[in-house]
């Protein structure tokens, strides 16, 4: 079955720019997801990612697809103390949704 | 996008009674709605696939008769914990998916938080 790694923490300043890295094992995934989890709430999704796109970017979020490595990041320009949040990369083909373990993001003010 | 509600959003019930949660596609007619269990700072889990008009898929090591899914309508799917148990306690959230076909978006349920006491 697909393997999902995520960092688990990650700490950046307040206006810095936050990235966050996913590595993942089946390359039959068609859609790549980025989740957002604020305490206590369910899952907002904040972003996907077509298998056969690069790069794709919506406002302050830049996702990024490298296909031979397996590698999947969400870059978070101008990161904002409402970014902090735990983030969570998922992906799909034919089954239900995958996840990795997410990352807690801390937005230092 | 599309809209999948959940109710409760918590929920505190005794050890020992059943407690039900409803999913509804809102905008949207879904075939099929997964329901997911997050543990403590831990990712989610999937614990079985609810299927409009038959019965649900579940996962490994999901007791099926103690987590009875009813997927009754194009847009309502519901979990059930019967005999709820402490180790219950839980994160749970179900999810939905457009009917174009299998490979779609998935949109998720605000999740309910349960607590057995």
């Known amino acids: 079955g697909e393997d999902v790694e995520q960092s688990l923490f990650l700490s950046v300043r307040e206006g810095d720019s936050s990235v966050i890295n996913c590595t993942y094992t089946?390359?039959?995934?068609?859609?790549l997801y980025w989740y957002k989890q604020e305490p206590g709430a369910g899952l907002q999704l904040l972003t996907y990612i077509f298998s056969n796109m690069d790069m794709k970017q919506d406002q302050r979020l830049t996702v990024l697809l490298n296909k031979k490595d397996k590698h999947l990041s969400l870059r978070i320009a101008d990161t904002q103390t409402g970014d902090s949040a735990i983030y969570f990369c998922a992906f799909s083909g034919n089954t239900p949704l995958v996840f990795g373990k997410g990352t807690r993001l801390s937005v230092i003010a | 996008g599309a809209v999948v509600s959940q109710h409760p959003s918590r929920v505190i019930c005794k050890s020992g009674t059943s407690v039900k949660i409803e999913c509804r596609s809102l905008?949207?007619?879904?075939?099929?709605m997964f329901w997911y269990r997050q543990f403590p700072k831990k990712s989610l889990m999937l614990m079985a696939t609810?299927?409009?008009?038959?019965?649900?898929?579940?996962e490994q090591g999901v007791e099926k008769d103690k987590f009875l899914i009813n997927h009754a309508s194009l847009t309502l799917s519901t979990l059930t914990v019967t005999s709820a148990h402490p180790e219950d306690s839980s994160f749970y959230i179900c999810?939905?998916?457009?009917?174009?076909?299998?490979?779609?978006?998935?949109?998720f349920g605000q999740g309910t938080r349960l607590t057995v006491v």
């Open positions: 609810s299927n409009e008009g038959s019965k649900a898929t579940y």
């Open positions: 089946d390359s039959s995934s068609t859609y």
């Open positions: 905008d949207f007619q879904a075939t099929t």
């Open positions: 999810s939905a998916r457009l009917p174009r076909g299998l490979n779609t978006e998935a949109f």
